[in-house]
Nanobody, 121 residues
Framework: QVQLVESGGGLVQPGGSLRLSCEASGSIFSLNTMGWYRQAPGKERELVAQITSSSSTKYADFVKGRFTISRDNTKNTVYLQMNSLKPEDTAVYYC???????????????WGKGTLVTVSS
């Protein structure tokens, strides 16, 4: 059974930093694109950042220059370094990954349960 488990969320003051981690575990053949999404209260879930298996990255405009996504393929882990946090970054952050379970098969979409980030003084 494949799982994505996020960690690193919490309460931080405006201007502060947090680092989120997401580890994929289970019977995994390979990991394709991994990413972070977020959902604030009363809003739709939105893409924050993505990173491909070859480490090409994509960011939402509202985090460019502040957040950095990275991955460690030896640990099946994706990270999100969040700097210069703002109150509007408050949300539940979800990890997402396209995971190949069997060679030569298409990857399947998996989600973590989310980790809460609260930016407040």
């Amino acid at each position: 059974q494949v799982q994505l488990v996020e960690s690193g969320g919490g309460l931080v003051q405006p201007g502060g930093s947090l680092r989120l981690s997401c580890e994929a575990s289970g019977s995994i053949f390979s990991l394709n694109t991994m990413g972070w999404y977020r959902q604030a209260p009363g809003k739709e879930r939105e893409l924050v950042a993505q990173i491909t298996s070859s480490s090409s990255t994509k960011y939402a405009d509202f985090v460019k220059g502040r957040f950095t996504i990275s991955r460690d393929n030896t640990k099946n882990t994706v990270y999100l370094q969040m700097n210069s946090l703002k109150p509007e970054d408050t949300a539940v952050y979800y990890c997402n990954a396209d995971i190949v379970l069997v060679p030569w098969k298409k990857g399947m979409d998996y989600w973590g349960k989310g980790t809460l980030v609260t930016v407040s003084s």
